[in-house]
């Protein structure tokens, strides 16, 4: 990589990897659940989800290359961590409490992402794609706001409550 164009092709790539590998652990991460609002929080973003990849997909087509052919390897990492909570843990406010915490991890890591790539495009001049861009990047704000709120409102008590009543 010469130049900041190019570095800002493969951060989408990187992106896009990192968006299709969560397509796949976020169902598993539904069905684990067992906090109506976590499972619909996490449905809900799915759809986002698939739109990221789209808009991911039309800035590549836009700058005439293939989003794919990388993988992300922190998204792979973070995932295995999540696949690794699901098979030390049953199916409870304690799993739903470690799942917040792993879509957390995930949606750091795309907004620390998705706010480079809004600032490269500006640099850039690529307006459609940083409208593109933006438009992700508050999506996964909001998206990481509801987790907390989650957390906070339902799932981090009732993970406390099931500790008291082990005792």
């Known amino acids: 990589m010469n130049n900041l164009q190019e570095a800002f092709e493969e951060l989408v ?11 796949k652990a976020l169902p598993k991460a539904a069905s684990a ?21 789209v808009r991911l997909e039309e800035i590549a087509s836009r700058g005439g290359y293939k989003p794919s052919g990388k993988v992300c390897t922190a998204a792979k990492g973070i995932i295995e961590e999540q696949d690794e909570a699901l098979s030390e843990h049953e199916k409870g406010p304690l799993l739903d409490a470690v799942l917040v915490c792993g879509c957390q991890k995930f949606e750091h890591y795309e907004i620390a992402n998705y ?26 704000k909001e998206t990481n706001q509801k987790l907390t709120d989650v957390a906070d409102s339902t799932v981090n008590k009732a993970a406390l409550s099931e500790m008291a009543g082990a005792r």
């Open 33 to 53: 659940s067992t906090s109506k609002d976590l499972i619909a929080g996490i449905e809900a973003h799915i759809k986002q989800t698939e739109q990221h990849v």
């Open 13 to 23: 790539k990187d992106m896009y990897s990192a968006e299709k590998q969560v397509l």
């Open 115 to 140: 706010g480079t790539a809004v600032s490269w495009a500006k640099l850039l001049g690529l307006k459609e794609d940083l409208n593109a861009l933006q438009e992700t990047l508050t999506e996964e």
